[in-house]
């Protein structure tokens, strides 16, 4: 018969032993990396995407920076784009028990 092996979490498990303080720690560095990636591939110019984020005590806004060709891609018609990138950012930001803001800079 085959022998039974012990237990261990698998590598996609690994954040449920974390404490909570630590996850947090961490999404506070992904976010402006999550908005960096989602705007690249929206733009013309990827080279030209930057993030900055600015921390207050429980707001912290992000600071998009683009082409200025690539403006109208990232804000899109009505403002729909922008506005999708402002929601997800914001459920993001959920995790921290943090508000989220972008503002999309000329």
């Keep these: 018969m085959w022998e039974r092996r012990p237990w261990r979490p698998r590598q996609g498990l ?9 996850v947090a720690r961490g999404w506070r560095y992904r976010q402006p990396l999550l908005l960096e990636a989602i705007a690249k591939t929206l733009v013309d110019h990827p080279e030209e ?14 600071e998009l920076r683009v082409h200025p060709e690539d403006i109208g891609q990232v804000i899109g018609r009505q403002g729909r784009t922008a506005q999708a990138l402002r929601r997800i950012i914001g459920a993001a930001g959920m ?4 508000r989220v803001t972008v503002e999309i800079i000329d």
């Design 95 to 98: 995790k921290l028990y943090r």
């Design 14 to 22: 690994a954040e449920a032993t974390r404490t909570a303080d630590e």
């Design 49 to 62: 995407v930057k993030v900055r984020a600015v921390q207050g005590e429980t707001m912290t806004i992000l």
